[in-house]
Structure formats: C-alpha cells, structure tokens
C-alpha cells in the first residue's frame, strides 16, 4: 500500500506537469491567499461572470491526498457547473497536498497538522466579506481525504452549511466519539465497491508508516448522517441506475435514507468502481485507482443534490 501511495503522488505530480491547464471560457478564476494561525494558505476561486453582486451560493470542494486545488479544478469540472447555474467555486490548497482530516488520528507525515477546520472557516468569511454569498446556500465537497474533510468541516459546524457531499471516502470508526453534529444536515456519499484504498465494507486502512487506521464501511458511513439526520436510518430505499456506459465495468445503484428534519442522506454505489470520480475529466489509470464509471457524473450529481436545499 505504501508503494501504491508513492507511485499514486508521482503519477499526480507527471499529470500536473503535462497538462495545459486552463480557466472555463466563462468566468474568471483567481488565486488567493489567507494567514491562519500565522501561515499563509491558499486557494483558488472561480466566480461566474454572471455574479453580479446578488447573493449567490457557495460550493467548497476539497482535494485528495497528494493533490491540490487545481487538481480539483480540472477532476470536477465544477467551474463549467457554476457557470451555468450561477454559484461561486472555490478550491483550497491543503498543507503539503493533505488534510488534517481525522480529529481521532492527526495526520503527522510530514509535520505538524495545522488546523485545517480554522483555515476553512476562516476562508468562508473572507468569501462572505468579499462577495455576497447567499449563506442558506453554502455547500462543502471533497475527494479521498480531502472528502473526509468535508465530512469533518461539516460535522463540527452543520449550521454554516445546506449540505455536503463526499466522493471515495468512508468514515473513521472513532469518528462517532469526536464528531457528533450539532444539528441535521443532508449528506450524499458516493463510493465504488472495488475501491483499493477505502474499501466499502471498511477495515484496516494503512496510511503512513505504523498508521492503520479503521473504517467504516460506506453504508455504515451514510447511516451515521441519516441518524444524525434523524432519518430512517435501516430501510433505505434502494433504485438501480441505467447502464448508460456498458464499456466502463461498472455500475451504479442508489440508496435513499428519507424522512430526514433537514433532508435525505443519498449513497451511491457503483459496482466495479475503484477510487476515482465518477465522469471525472483527469481519473489516473485503473490499474492503480479501478474502474470509472461514465454512468453518472459525480460533479452534476452532487451539484443537483445541493440545488434542492437551502439552510432555512
């Protein structure tokens, strides 16, 4: 797993070499930078050209281990979604390309984990003074360890967000004793089920060196937010997808846990899916992260699933 970690960092540095990276036609994206606790961190924001001062919603989407927010950029898409559906994007940079994610277990890699919840909270108001974001409307995102924190951010403040929603990640078994969230929030996970680095029924982890860490399995994950949610929590209702891609070796099913005070908790799983980002534009090869599925778009499903909430 080590080794498949260092070769997954490598791949990801040769593809932001290789790669001409551009803004959407429309739009303007732009890069700044914030001091939290006395370090300077980074992001980018894209802004619709359509912003025209009216408040608008907010989406923050966090990126994978080893990766940054231009990373996110290019994987999601999310800058041609906010174009056309009028909403503010922005991408945070994590400190040496991580997140300190897991309140039970800080990520000590490389140095010292800095408090990432004060960074994103910190970088949410400098948002809301410099733009007018509608605030029922802000929605946070992220991909691997950058979902895990999302699901952190999320957890410890519900109340700044509509909603929330993770790509390839799982939730940590101590997670329940550190993060108990204050009030409901609607929550939409995806996750392949031939995921290589988080599998879908959970277990031992390796993340570093004398760092297992264990997991919850992806449905055991969504059932901790429907509770939260005060959701039915153990009969979801489950629909079968369209195999609109047969070429992709995967599937995709859905399980709603309805009946939620604030809204629905979603899990989609995708057969034969591997760590990666369902229709994703830059997905690194399969024979290190598993399938892609072109069934759905992770991007337009989670953006859908946020226009249909608003913080009351």
């Given amino acids: 797993m080590q080794n498949r970690l260092k070769v997954v960092r490598a791949a990801i540095a040769l593809l932001l070499a290789t790669m001409f990276l551009t803004s959407c036609p429309s739009g303007k994206t732009l ?6 606790d ?22 923050i ?3 994978p281990f080893g990766c940054t927010g231009r990373t996110m950029e290019m994987l999601t898409g999310f800058n041609a979604i906010a174009d056309r559906e009028g909403f503010i994007v922005v991408y945070p940079d994590g400190r040496d390309r991580m997140w300190n994610s897991n309140p039970a277990d800080p990520l000590e890699l490389i140095a010292e984990p800095l408090d990432d919840v004060a960074f994103i909270t910190a970088l949410l108001d400098r948002l809301c003074e410099t733009f007018a974001i509608d605030k029922s409307r802000v929605y946070v995102t992220g991909a691997s360890q950058g979902g895990l ?4 951010i999320a957890g410890e403040f519900p109340e700044r967000f509509a909603a929330a929603a993770t790509v390839m990640t799982t939730l940590p078994k101590k997670w329940p004793s550190h993060v108990q969230p204050k009030s409901s929030l609607p929550f939409l996970i995806i996750h392949g089920k031939e995921d290589p680095f988080l599998p879908w029924s959970g ?26 949610n005060s959701c039915d929590s153990e009969s979801p209702l489950r629909e079968e997808l369209p195999d609109t891609d047969p070429d992709d070796g995967a599937q995709v099913f859905r399980e709603t846990y309805a009946g939620g005070s604030a809204g629905d908790v979603v899990l989609y799983g995708v057969r034969g899916g591997g760590h990666t980002w369902p229709g994703g534009r830059i997905n690194l090869p399969d024979i290190l992260m598993g399938n892609t599925t072109y069934d759905i778009k992770a991007s337009d499903v989670i953006w859908e699933f946020f226009a ?3 913080r009351t």
């Fill in 38 to 59: 006395g370090v300077a961190r980074s992001y980018i924001v894209h802004v619709p050209d359509t912003y025209d001062k009216t408040p608008i919603p907010l989406l």
């Fill in 61 to 63: 989407a966090l990126h």
């Fill in 31 to 36: 890069n700044g930078f914030i001091a939290v």
């Fill in 203 to 228: 277990g031992e982890v390796f993340e570093g060196p004398s760092r297992m860490i264990d997991y919850l399995s992806a449905p055991d994950s969504a059932r901790f937010w429907a509770k939260s």
């Fill in 149 to 152: 924190m999302a699901q952190r």
């Fill in 308 to 310: 249909q909430h608003k």
